[in-house]
């Protein structure tokens, strides 16, 4: 079983800056990809930036320039820096990790963190 603790939400005026974190535990072999996708009321689950055992990150285009991801393998954590916040930015995050064990890919979820920004 593998368990992802999400920390860092909450309520923050536009401009400002938030940092989320979510750790992974459990029965953990090694961590391919790790990301974040945030969920606005009304609307799809969208993939907001992930990145690879190597480091390399990639952002979904309305992010790009604000937000920052990065990993810390030792902790099995995944950080996702957001600044110069907007309200279009409010949703709930969920943390995504996948995982390796028997040879091929397994995927888990946090439980979501709250994000809100207001005007």
């Known amino acids: 079983q593998v368990q992802l603790v999400e920390s860092g939400g909450g309520l923050v005026q536009a401009g400002g800056s938030l940092r989320l974190s979510c750790a992974a535990s459990g029965s953990i072999v090694s961590i391919n990809a790790m990301g974040w996708y945030r969920q606005a009321p009304g609307k799809e689950r969208e993939l907001v930036a992930t990145?690879?055992?190597?480091?390399?990150?990639t952002y979904t285009d309305s992010v790009k320039g604000r937000f920052s991801i990065s990993r810390d393998n030792a902790k099995n954590t995944v950080l996702l820096q957001m600044n110069s916040l907007k309200p279009e930015d409010t949703a709930i995050y969920y943390c995504n990790i996948e995982v390796v064990r028997w040879n091929r890919a397994w995927y888990y979820w946090g439980q979501g963190t709250q994000v809100t920004v207001s005007s």
């Open positions: 990145i690879t055992s190597g480091g390399i990150s």
